[in-house]
Protein backbone atom coordinates (compact mmCIF):
# COMPACT_ATOMS: atom_id res chain seq x y z
CA UNK A 1 0.00 0.00 0.00
CA UNK A 2 1.13 3.47 -0.93
CA UNK A 3 2.70 6.05 1.66
CA UNK A 4 0.16 8.98 1.56
CA UNK A 5 2.66 12.42 1.20
CA UNK A 6 1.91 15.87 1.32
CA UNK A 7 4.23 18.89 0.05
CA UNK A 8 4.36 22.09 2.26
CA UNK A 9 5.17 24.96 0.04
CA UNK A 10 4.45 22.84 -2.95
CA UNK A 11 4.55 26.15 -5.16
CA UNK A 12 8.27 27.10 -4.82
CA UNK A 13 11.33 26.08 -6.92
CA UNK A 14 12.18 23.05 -4.22
CA UNK A 15 8.41 22.55 -3.86
CA UNK A 16 8.37 21.80 -7.89
CA UNK A 17 11.21 19.41 -7.74
CA UNK A 18 9.20 17.38 -5.00
CA UNK A 19 6.50 16.83 -8.06
CA UNK A 20 8.58 15.82 -10.06
CA UNK A 21 10.97 13.35 -7.85
CA UNK A 22 7.35 12.05 -6.63
CA UNK A 23 6.35 11.40 -10.20
CA UNK A 24 5.72 7.72 -10.57
CA UNK A 25 7.76 7.00 -7.05
CA UNK A 26 7.72 3.47 -5.88
CA UNK A 27 6.34 3.72 -2.24
CA UNK A 28 4.70 7.57 -2.25
CA UNK A 29 1.92 8.64 -3.03
CA UNK A 30 1.00 11.92 -3.56
CA UNK A 31 -2.35 13.25 -1.20
CA UNK A 32 -1.94 16.99 -0.11
CA UNK A 33 -0.41 19.82 -1.60
CA UNK A 34 -0.03 23.42 0.28
CA UNK A 35 1.21 26.72 -0.14
CA UNK A 36 0.37 30.46 1.03
CA UNK A 37 -3.21 31.64 1.24
CA UNK A 38 -3.02 33.86 -2.34
CA UNK A 39 -2.89 29.89 -4.05
CA UNK A 40 -5.42 28.07 -1.46
CA UNK A 41 -8.00 27.29 -3.26
CA UNK A 42 -6.55 26.61 -7.02
CA UNK A 43 -5.78 23.59 -8.78
CA UNK A 44 -1.80 23.30 -8.89
CA UNK A 45 -1.75 24.08 -12.54
CA UNK A 46 -2.70 27.84 -11.65
CA UNK A 47 -1.05 28.48 -8.69
CA UNK A 48 2.72 27.14 -9.70
CA UNK A 49 4.80 28.64 -12.76
CA UNK A 50 6.57 25.08 -13.50
CA UNK A 51 10.30 26.15 -13.87
CA UNK A 52 11.99 22.52 -13.49
CA UNK A 53 12.67 20.51 -16.66
CA UNK A 54 9.61 18.58 -17.07
CA UNK A 55 5.81 18.87 -17.23
CA UNK A 56 3.30 18.80 -14.33
CA UNK A 57 1.58 15.65 -14.48
CA UNK A 58 -1.78 15.87 -15.02
CA UNK A 59 -3.38 14.26 -12.08
CA UNK A 60 -1.04 17.12 -10.05
CA UNK A 61 -2.00 19.77 -11.83
CA UNK A 62 -5.65 18.88 -10.92
CA UNK A 63 -4.97 19.26 -7.32
CA UNK A 64 -6.78 21.69 -5.40
CA UNK A 65 -4.06 23.79 -3.59
CA UNK A 66 -4.78 24.21 0.42
CA UNK A 67 -3.45 26.50 2.99
CA UNK A 68 -0.47 25.43 5.19
CA UNK A 69 -2.46 24.28 7.98
CA UNK A 70 -3.07 21.18 9.52
CA UNK A 71 -6.76 21.16 9.61
CA UNK A 72 -6.34 21.55 5.10
CA UNK A 73 -4.58 18.09 5.39
CA UNK A 74 -6.15 15.03 5.78
CA UNK A 75 -5.45 12.69 8.90
CA UNK A 76 -4.45 9.94 6.06
CA UNK A 77 -1.78 11.56 5.22
CA UNK A 78 1.65 9.69 6.74
CA UNK A 79 4.14 11.86 5.70
CA UNK A 80 4.93 15.53 5.10
CA UNK A 81 7.68 17.03 2.77
CA UNK A 82 8.76 20.74 3.78
CA UNK A 83 10.13 23.32 1.64
CA UNK A 84 8.83 26.14 3.55
CA UNK A 85 10.96 29.56 3.87
CA UNK A 86 12.45 28.96 6.92
CA UNK A 87 10.74 32.03 8.73
CA UNK A 88 7.32 30.17 7.71
CA UNK A 89 8.57 26.53 8.75
CA UNK A 90 9.63 27.87 12.01
CA UNK A 91 5.80 28.40 12.68
CA UNK A 92 4.09 26.21 10.73
CA UNK A 93 5.85 22.64 11.41
CA UNK A 94 5.52 22.81 15.14
CA UNK A 95 1.63 23.11 14.43
CA UNK A 96 1.68 20.10 12.06
CA UNK A 97 4.11 18.23 14.83
CA UNK A 98 2.01 18.88 17.51
CA UNK A 99 -0.84 17.52 15.03
CA UNK A 100 0.98 14.39 14.85
CA UNK A 101 2.36 14.33 11.18
CA UNK A 102 5.69 13.35 10.30
CA UNK A 103 7.97 15.79 8.51
CA UNK A 104 11.21 15.58 6.21
CA UNK A 105 11.87 19.02 5.92
CA UNK A 106 14.61 20.80 3.84
CA UNK A 107 13.70 24.76 5.64
CA UNK A 108 17.01 25.86 7.80
CA UNK A 109 15.09 26.27 10.92
CA UNK A 110 15.85 23.75 13.91
CA UNK A 111 18.89 22.16 11.66
CA UNK A 112 20.68 23.21 14.66
CA UNK A 113 19.24 21.56 17.36
CA UNK A 114 20.11 19.06 19.98
CA UNK A 115 16.95 16.85 19.52
CA UNK A 116 15.94 17.43 15.92
CA UNK A 117 18.03 15.08 13.28
CA UNK A 118 19.92 16.43 10.64
CA UNK A 119 20.38 13.27 8.16
CA UNK A 120 22.02 12.37 5.32
CA UNK A 121 21.11 8.12 5.24
CA UNK A 122 24.46 7.59 3.87
CA UNK A 123 26.35 9.24 6.36
CA UNK A 124 24.21 9.09 10.05
CA UNK A 125 21.11 7.15 9.66
CA UNK A 126 21.64 6.75 13.44
CA UNK A 127 20.56 9.88 14.01
CA UNK A 128 17.54 8.85 13.90
CA UNK A 129 17.28 8.05 17.00
CA UNK A 130 17.37 11.63 18.24
CA UNK A 131 13.82 11.55 17.17
CA UNK A 132 12.40 9.54 21.13
CA UNK A 133 14.62 12.79 22.43
CA UNK A 134 12.67 15.34 20.19
CA UNK A 135 9.33 13.70 21.67
CA UNK A 136 10.45 13.43 25.28
CA UNK A 137 11.89 17.05 25.06
CA UNK A 138 8.84 18.55 23.24
CA UNK A 139 5.72 16.61 23.74
CA UNK A 140 5.02 15.86 20.23
CA UNK A 141 3.14 12.97 18.48
CA UNK A 142 4.97 13.67 15.14
CA UNK A 143 8.53 13.89 14.46
CA UNK A 144 10.52 16.19 13.03
CA UNK A 145 14.06 15.57 10.50
CA UNK A 146 16.20 17.60 8.48
CA UNK A 147 18.40 17.36 5.62
CA UNK A 148 21.42 19.85 5.83
CA UNK A 149 21.86 23.08 3.38
CA UNK A 150 22.72 22.59 -0.35
CA UNK A 151 26.08 23.76 -0.13
CA UNK A 152 26.94 21.20 2.98
CA UNK A 153 25.70 18.23 1.49
CA UNK A 154 27.75 18.66 -1.73
CA UNK A 155 31.00 18.17 0.70
CA UNK A 156 30.03 16.01 3.14
CA UNK A 157 30.10 12.59 1.55
CA UNK A 158 33.86 13.46 0.95
CA UNK A 159 34.53 14.38 4.16
CA UNK A 160 33.03 10.89 5.64
CA UNK A 161 34.73 9.44 3.37
CA UNK A 162 38.09 10.81 4.14
CA UNK A 163 37.24 10.75 8.09
CA UNK A 164 39.19 7.27 8.20
CA UNK A 165 42.41 9.63 7.99
CA UNK A 166 41.25 11.65 10.76
CA UNK A 167 39.84 15.08 9.75
CA UNK A 168 41.36 17.82 11.28
CA UNK A 169 40.60 20.80 9.41
CA UNK A 170 38.20 21.77 6.12
CA UNK A 171 38.97 25.30 4.17
CA UNK A 172 36.37 25.42 1.74
CA UNK A 173 35.67 27.76 -1.28
CA UNK A 174 32.07 27.58 -3.34
CA UNK A 175 30.97 28.37 -6.31
CA UNK A 176 27.23 28.02 -6.53
CA UNK A 177 24.44 28.30 -8.78
CA UNK A 178 21.74 30.55 -8.97
CA UNK A 179 19.47 28.05 -8.39
CA UNK A 180 20.19 27.87 -4.65
CA UNK A 181 18.88 31.20 -3.86
CA UNK A 182 15.60 30.55 -5.61
CA UNK A 183 13.50 31.83 -8.31
CA UNK A 184 13.49 35.71 -7.82
CA UNK A 185 16.75 35.24 -5.15
CA UNK A 186 19.18 36.79 -7.76
CA UNK A 187 18.40 39.33 -10.86
CA UNK A 188 19.98 38.96 -14.35
CA UNK A 189 21.37 42.28 -13.65
CA UNK A 190 23.22 41.07 -10.65
CA UNK A 191 24.52 37.78 -11.84
CA UNK A 192 25.24 37.99 -15.55
CA UNK A 193 28.81 38.66 -16.62
CA UNK A 194 29.68 38.39 -12.70
CA UNK A 195 30.55 36.62 -9.84
CA UNK A 196 29.05 37.53 -6.44
CA UNK A 197 31.53 37.11 -3.52
CA UNK A 198 29.45 36.55 -0.53
CA UNK A 199 25.91 34.48 0.11
CA UNK A 200 24.32 35.83 3.92
CA UNK A 201 24.35 32.83 6.44
CA UNK A 202 25.59 30.10 3.97
CA UNK A 203 29.44 30.03 5.46
CA UNK A 204 27.98 29.44 9.22
CA UNK A 205 25.40 26.64 7.75
CA UNK A 206 28.62 24.51 6.27
CA UNK A 207 30.78 25.38 9.64
CA UNK A 208 28.29 24.06 11.65
CA UNK A 209 26.27 21.60 9.71
CA UNK A 210 28.91 19.74 8.78
CA UNK A 211 30.15 18.86 12.07
CA UNK A 212 26.84 17.87 13.13
CA UNK A 213 26.10 15.13 10.27
CA UNK A 214 29.89 13.45 11.21
CA UNK A 215 29.34 13.87 14.77
CA UNK A 216 28.15 10.84 17.19
CA UNK A 217 24.92 9.64 18.62
CA UNK A 218 25.04 8.12 21.72
CA UNK A 219 21.51 6.80 21.92
CA UNK A 220 20.79 9.77 24.01
CA UNK A 221 23.28 12.77 22.93
CA UNK A 222 24.61 13.88 19.72
CA UNK A 223 28.24 15.18 19.74
CA UNK A 224 29.72 17.02 16.86
CA UNK A 225 32.85 16.14 15.07
CA UNK A 226 35.70 17.64 16.28
CA UNK A 227 37.03 19.30 13.29
CA UNK A 228 37.30 22.70 12.29
CA UNK A 229 35.69 23.93 9.01
CA UNK A 230 36.02 27.21 7.34
CA UNK A 231 33.88 27.74 4.67
CA UNK A 232 33.67 30.58 1.88
CA UNK A 233 30.48 30.96 -0.32
CA UNK A 234 30.18 32.64 -3.66
CA UNK A 235 27.31 32.49 -6.71
CA UNK A 236 28.30 32.30 -10.01
CA UNK A 237 26.10 32.03 -13.05
CA UNK A 238 25.44 28.61 -13.10
CA UNK A 239 21.30 27.37 -13.31
CA UNK A 240 22.53 24.15 -11.10
CA UNK A 241 24.95 22.50 -9.14
CA UNK A 242 27.18 24.09 -6.39
CA UNK A 243 31.12 23.27 -7.45
CA UNK A 244 33.25 23.56 -4.02
CA UNK A 245 37.28 23.70 -3.73
CA UNK A 246 38.63 21.98 -0.65
CA UNK A 247 41.57 21.91 1.63
CA UNK A 248 41.43 18.90 3.89
CA UNK A 249 44.22 18.59 6.64
CA UNK A 250 43.91 14.46 8.04
CA UNK A 251 45.99 13.11 10.66
CA UNK A 252 47.50 10.41 8.67
CA UNK A 253 49.01 11.14 5.21
CA UNK A 254 47.05 9.62 2.53
CA UNK A 255 48.20 9.16 -0.94
CA UNK A 256 45.39 11.11 -3.96
CA UNK A 257 44.95 7.85 -4.74
CA UNK A 258 44.39 6.60 -1.82
CA UNK A 259 42.16 9.35 -0.71
CA UNK A 260 40.32 8.78 -4.58
CA UNK A 261 39.54 4.81 -3.12
CA UNK A 262 38.21 5.99 0.39
CA UNK A 263 35.73 8.28 -2.06
CA UNK A 264 34.92 5.47 -4.17
CA UNK A 265 34.17 2.57 -2.06
CA UNK A 266 32.36 4.99 0.25
CA UNK A 267 29.12 2.49 0.75
CA UNK A 268 25.57 3.95 -0.28
CA UNK A 269 21.73 2.80 0.72
CA UNK A 270 19.36 0.57 -0.79
CA UNK A 271 16.83 3.13 -0.86
CA UNK A 272 14.56 3.84 -4.28
CA UNK A 273 16.01 6.94 -4.68
CA UNK A 274 19.10 6.75 -3.33
CA UNK A 275 22.19 6.53 -6.64
CA UNK A 276 23.98 3.27 -7.15
CA UNK A 277 27.40 4.69 -6.04
CA UNK A 278 27.07 7.50 -3.60
CA UNK A 279 30.39 9.64 -4.94
CA UNK A 280 31.72 9.23 -8.48
CA UNK A 281 35.85 10.30 -8.35
CA UNK A 282 37.34 11.21 -11.51
CA UNK A 283 40.63 10.36 -12.32
CA UNK A 284 44.36 12.23 -13.17
CA UNK A 285 43.10 11.87 -16.60
CA UNK A 286 40.33 13.88 -15.88
CA UNK A 287 41.56 16.65 -13.80
CA UNK A 288 39.06 19.50 -14.98
CA UNK A 289 36.00 17.26 -13.63
CA UNK A 290 33.80 18.00 -12.13
CA UNK A 291 31.74 20.28 -14.16
CA UNK A 292 28.10 21.77 -13.32
CA UNK A 293 26.71 21.78 -16.96
CA UNK A 294 28.37 18.18 -17.51
CA UNK A 295 27.97 16.21 -14.24
CA UNK A 296 24.82 17.58 -12.01
CA UNK A 297 22.68 14.45 -13.10
CA UNK A 298 24.22 12.09 -12.37
CA UNK A 299 22.22 9.44 -10.94
CA UNK A 300 19.41 11.08 -11.62
CA UNK A 301 20.83 14.32 -10.13
CA UNK A 302 21.33 12.61 -6.58
CA UNK A 303 25.20 11.27 -6.57
CA UNK A 304 27.53 13.17 -5.71
CA UNK A 305 31.06 13.61 -8.28
CA UNK A 306 34.92 14.67 -6.76
CA UNK A 307 37.88 15.24 -8.87
CA UNK A 308 41.00 17.33 -8.95
CA UNK A 309 42.20 15.21 -6.31
CA UNK A 310 46.26 16.17 -4.77
CA UNK A 311 48.32 15.26 -2.18
CA UNK A 312 49.26 18.70 -0.11
CA UNK A 313 51.93 18.83 2.95
CA UNK A 314 49.03 18.75 5.38
CA UNK A 315 46.18 16.41 4.04
CA UNK A 316 44.45 16.48 0.54
CA UNK A 317 42.85 18.94 -2.13
CA UNK A 318 39.96 18.43 -4.17
CA UNK A 319 36.73 19.49 -5.75
CA UNK A 320 33.26 17.81 -5.40
CA UNK A 321 29.84 18.82 -7.16
CA UNK A 322 26.44 18.51 -6.16
CA UNK A 323 23.24 18.94 -7.97
CA UNK A 324 21.43 21.64 -5.52
CA UNK A 325 18.06 21.73 -6.04
CA UNK A 326 18.05 17.83 -6.18
CA UNK A 327 20.42 16.41 -4.42
CA UNK A 328 21.14 19.39 -1.91
CA UNK A 329 17.04 20.39 -1.47
CA UNK A 330 14.25 17.70 -2.74
CA UNK A 331 16.00 14.95 -3.89
CA UNK A 332 17.91 15.02 -0.01
CA UNK A 333 14.13 15.38 1.94
CA UNK A 334 12.64 12.82 -0.51
CA UNK A 335 15.81 10.16 0.60
CA UNK A 336 15.14 11.16 4.65
CA UNK A 337 11.54 10.27 4.29
CA UNK A 338 12.45 6.87 2.48
CA UNK A 339 14.61 6.30 5.51
CA UNK A 340 11.88 7.07 7.94
CA UNK A 341 10.13 4.48 5.91
CA UNK A 342 12.68 1.68 6.03
CA UNK A 343 13.91 2.31 9.71
CA UNK A 344 9.85 1.89 10.96
CA UNK A 345 9.27 5.47 12.02
CA UNK A 346 6.39 5.92 9.20
Request: proline fraction near 5%.
Amino acid sequence: MAVQVGILGATGAVGQRFIQLLDGHPTFEIAALTASESSAGQTYREAAKWRVETQIPDEIAAMEVGATTPDDVSDDVDLLFSSLPSGVAAEVEPQFLEAGYVISSNSSNDRMAEDVPLTIPEINPDHLGLIEVQRDNRGWDGALIKNPNCSTITMVPTLAALDEFGLERVDVTTLQAVSGAGYSGVTSMEIIDNAIPHIGGEAPKMETESRKLLGSFDGGELSLHDSTVNASCNRIPTLDGHLESLFVDLADEPTAEEAREAMREYPGVDLPSAPDQLIHVFGDEEMYRPQPRLDRERENGMQISAGGVEQTDSGIKYNCLAHNTIRGAAGASLLNGELLVEEGWI
